[in-house]
């Protein structure tokens, strides 16, 4: 059984930066790929970034911007925000396959 917490997430101008941490109580050595993915208010939840290995992939919308990243000694995914736009306001979640859910971090882009 492994438990996520994010954290990280607050209030932001646009143009501003954010860095988001996915802290698991178990070990994520064995999570060959961990997601973060985000729900906008009224709006199915979406994914985001992946980190599969070495390999990472992103949504468009956030390629360019965001980047995903790990740290197995740590057992914490990190997703650094860069850029951050009105349309990135959204709970964030981090997944570790197949459902293992943290409880969200709001960020939200305003003036």
């Known amino acids: 059984q492994v438990q996520l917490v994010e954290s990280g997430g607050g209030l932001v101008q646009p143009g501003g930066s954010l860095r988001l941490s996915c802290a698991a109580s178990?070990?994520?050595?064995?999570?060959?790929?961990m997601y973060w993915y985000r729900q906008a208010s009224g709006k199915q939840r979406e994914f985001v970034a992946v980190?599969?290995?070495?390999?990472?992939d992103y949504a468009d919308s956030v390629k360019g911007r965001f980047t995903i990243s790990r740290d197995n000694a740590k057992n914490t995914v990190y997703l650094q925000m860069n850029s951050l736009k009105p349309e990135d306001t959204a709970v964030y979640y981090c997944?570790?396959?197949?459902?293992?859910w943290g409880q969200g971090t709001q960020v939200t882009v305003s003036l």
């Open positions: 980190i599969s290995g070495g390999a990472t």
């Open positions: 178990g070990s994520i050595f064995g999570f060959h790929a």
């Open positions: 997944l570790a396959p197949p459902n293992y």
